[in-house]
């Protein structure tokens, strides 16, 4: 199976906002924010869809997930924070957090063709950071 952006991105072969990582996920903020804030969880190992991965996986996955959202919530100071698992976009499972205030922020679409503003990336990142 070929590399997917995400391998790349835990590889450090493509430059991320880290915000976790441990033996078996890593978090990254999204470049196309559906919110500031928007993190993307990924398992370590490389598995098409989230319902394939063995469940060791799945569940460290979750567990991400948990801290993560917890850790939005509390830096962030929002009132909501969203789980979506969409699974068509990479070949590589994983999980969107999204922090939000309301319904209609939780499920915007953002613009994929923007040019991402890695400086309000970054500073979005230190304040993240575990």
Known sequence: MQDSIFTKIIKGEIPSHKIYEDDRTFAFLDI???????VLIVPKR???????????????????CKLVARRLREV?????????IVGVD???????IVPFSSMEEFRRVPD???????EALANIAKTLVF
């Open 32 to 38: 196309h924010p559906v919110t500031p804030g928007h």
């Open 46 to 64: 490389q598995v098409p869809f989230v319902w394939d991965l063995p469940d060791d996986d799945y569940q460290a996955l979750m567990a991400t």
């Open 90 to 96: 990479v070949p590589h499972a994983h999980a969107h």
């Open 76 to 84: 962030l100071q929002v009132p909501f924070v969203g789980t979506q």
């Open 112 to 118: 994929m063709q923007a040019e991402p503003n890695h």
